[in-house]
DNA sequence: ACTGCCGGGAT
DNA sequence: ATCCCGGCAGT
């Protein structure tokens, strides 16, 4: 029965945390007058899902809690759960965060598996996000609480260890002020708001914890601009991504937001699956011109399924260990095309020279 | 017989 | 360089 008080009271505490941030919210946004009409519009729409997210996760959280921490089910339980609400009040950006946490799925152009893939699919995954968070709330206190410092600004997001340093951030990418310009009258502390980091949190469950901040993706931030642009992203986020210190509780956590985090996971998913990424054999770079007509299609179908020339682009060439195939089993131009579709052969077969198409 | 392709000739 | 083919070797 004690459990329920608690939750009871966990709850209310979130509620007035949300409330806080909202207000807070509110209070900056009251600052966009000076937007485009159609800004303007994004930015009451965002915070209106803000707002209905701030609710339902209340909701879920609530819901959540009425499970009892320590029954099987709720260890077993792939949904939201406290821990994962958690996440998203500490660490997730707001209005980016909202705008592809609920509503925005339709939008989504990135093909990565949705937020659930990686807890849903992978059950040890599952319990290294969730293993730490399960515990009794004594437990949680027990661990390192930080003070951080989360930038709020639109689909920004960025979170910085120090108060001065998020305030440099603010001046410097969204104020369009220099570093030490003192011009601002102290306007920075509007865009960025004070959270507290479970750093057992951060250490284990970052990638995750960025999922749904990314959702609002393909933009990235500049001078509150965006600006779609995917190849810079996946730029930045390998370079971020690949700095980012393993295991060092804290990560230097001056990484900026976009780290596309979906794509660490989607590469991890590839090697979990031990799949051939779709792209790698993407219909320009097989060398094989598609005939025209059926019968060495059909032919040229079941080569392409046996090519090895198939293999090499996606694997590494072997070493002298690789079984040769003997003269029956090479396909060549030749035995692919047939002799009546001589003018598909690889120039080199046409002029009894060896194969460049097909190579063993 | 069929196939792959070397070697070499023609242009 | 490009094109073609006689002829050899492996199957």
Same mark, same amino acid.
Not at 66 to 88: A, H, N, R, T
Not at 122 to 137: I, L
Not at 192 to 201: F, Q
């Given at each position: 029965?004690?459990?329920?008080?608690?939750?009871?009271?966990?709850?209310?505490?979130?509620?007035?945390?949300?409330?806080?941030?909202?207000?807070?919210?509110?209070?900056?946004?009251?600052?966009?007058?000076?937007?485009?009409?159609?800004?303007?519009?994004?930015?009451?729409?965002?915070?209106?899902?803000?707002?209905?997210?701030?609710?339902?996760?209340?909701? !879920?959280?609530? /819901? =959540?809690? #009425?499970? &009892?921490?320590? *029954?099987?089910?709720?260890?077993?339980?792939?949904?939201? $759960?406290? @821990?994962?609400?958690?996440?998203?009040?500490? !660490?997730?950006? /707001? =209005?980016? #965060?909202? &705008?592809?946490? *609920?509503?925005?799925?339709?939008?989504?152009?990135?093909? $990565?598996? @949705?937020?659930?893939?990686?807890?849903?699919?992978?059950?040890?995954?599952?319990?290294?996000?969730?293993?730490?968070?399960?515990?009794?709330?004594?437990?949680?206190?027990?661990?390192?609480?930080?003070?951080?410092?989360?930038?709020?600004?639109?689909?920004?997001?960025?979170?910085?260890?120090?108060?001065?340093?998020?305030?440099?951030?603010?001046?410097?990418?969204?104020?369009?002020?220099?570093?030490?310009?003192?011009?601002?009258?102290?306007?920075?502390?509007?865009?960025?708001?004070?959270?507290?980091?479970?750093?057992?949190?951060?250490?284990?469950?970052?990638?995750?914890?960025?999922?749904?901040?990314?959702?609002?993706?393909?933009?990235?931030?500049?001078?509150?601009?965006?600006?779609?642009?995917?190849?810079?992203?996946?730029?930045?986020?390998?370079?971020?991504?690949?700095?980012?210190?393993?295991?060092?509780?804290?990560?230097?956590?001056?990484?900026?937001?976009?780290?596309?985090?979906?794509?660490?996971?989607?590469?991890?998913?590839?090697?979990?699956?031990?799949?051939?990424?779709?792209?790698?054999?993407?219909?320009?770079?097989?060398?094989?011109?598609?005939?025209?007509?059926?019968?060495?299609?059909?032919?040229?179908?079941?080569?392409?399924?046996?090519?090895?020339?198939?293999?090499?682009?996606?694997?590494?060439?072997?070493?002298?260990?690789?079984?040769?195939?003997?003269?029956?089993?090479?396909?060549?131009?030749?035995?692919?095309?047939?002799?009546?579709?001589?003018?598909?052969?690889?120039?080199?077969?046409?002029?009894?020279?060896?194969?460049?198409?097909?190579?063993?």
């Amino acid at each position: 029965m004690s459990l329920i008080t608690q939750i009871r009271n966990r709850s209310a505490t979130l509620m007035k945390k949300f409330k806080n941030r909202r207000s807070k919210r509110q209070h900056w946004q009251s600052g966009l007058d000076g937007l485009e009409p159609e800004d303007k519009e994004n930015n009451v729409r965002s915070n209106m899902e803000v707002e209905l997210e701030d609710e339902s996760i209340a909701a !879920l959280a609530l /819901t =959540s809690l #009425s499970c &009892s921490p320590v *029954s099987p089910q709720f260890q077993g339980s792939k949904e939201l $759960s406290i @821990p994962v609400f958690y996440q998203d009040n500490l !660490l997730l950006s /707001t =209005s980016a #965060s909202s &705008s592809g946490f *609920s509503s925005n799925h339709s939008e989504r152009s990135d093909p $990565s598996p @949705p937020f659930t893939h990686l807890s849903a699919s992978d059950p040890s995954s599952t319990g290294m996000m969730f293993g730490p968070f399960v515990k009794d709330e004594e437990i949680e206190e027990e661990k390192q609480i930080k003070t951080m410092y989360k930038c709020t600004w639109k689909k920004c997001g960025k979170i910085c260890s120090t108060n001065s340093s998020i305030e440099a951030h603010v001046r410097t990418q969204h104020l369009g002020l220099k570093e030490n310009d003192s011009g601002s009258d102290g306007e920075e502390e509007f865009y960025y708001t004070e959270i507290e980091v479970n750093v057992d949190a951060v250490a284990q469950g970052i990638s995750d914890m960025y999922i749904p901040s990314h959702q609002a993706d393909s933009y990235m931030s500049i001078n509150g601009s965006t600006i779609p642009d995917h190849d810079y992203q996946k730029k930045e986020s390998k370079l971020l991504v690949s700095s980012v210190p393993s295991g060092t509780g804290l990560f230097h956590i001056q990484y900026d937001s976009q780290v596309n985090i979906p794509q660490m996971k989607r590469s991890i998913s590839l090697q979990n699956n031990n799949t051939i990424p779709t792209f790698s054999s993407s219909p320009t770079s097989t060398p094989i011109r598609m005939p025209a007509r059926p019968s060495p299609q059909e032919r040229l179908q079941q080569h392409q399924a046996q090519s090895p020339k198939n293999h090499m682009l996606s694997s590494p060439p072997k070493s002298s260990g690789v079984h040769k195939k003997s003269r029956s089993e090479v396909r060549k131009c030749r035995k692919v095309y047939g002799m009546e579709n001589r003018d598909m052969w690889c120039t080199q077969c046409k002029w009894k020279k060896a194969c460049t198409r097909f190579l063993d």
